[in-house]
């Protein structure tokens, strides 16, 4: 939907302007949308192999962790660096 911006409050707006020299203004917003919705949802039920009894189902948080892949020098594996998570 071209021309329609979120109501963001000013801390996340600064937060999320970090990452606009990385996308394009369509990819952007729907970057900042997508950062919103993970952040706006509630707890809810999941699957839980660890859970008690037959359903291993648990009620809590789902994390979502975003995260850069880099090729340090001093390193022989890559390795990620987290930059964004979801509580």
């Not at 707890?43 to 979502?64: E, Q």
């Amino acid at each position: 939907m071209p021309g329609i911006t979120l109501p963001l409050p000013a801390s996340l707006a600064a937060l999320l302007a970090v990452f606009g020299p990385l996308f394009t203004a369509p990819s952007f917003r729907t970057f900042c949308g997508m950062a919103c919705g993970f952040l706006a949802r509630a707890a809810g039920w999941f699957h839980d192999g660890s859970a008690a009894g037959p359903a291993k189902t648990g009620y809590g948080n789902n994390w979502v962790i975003a995260a850069i892949v880099v090729r340090l020098p001093f390193v022989n594996r890559p390795v990620a660096l987290p930059c964004w998570r979801s509580w």
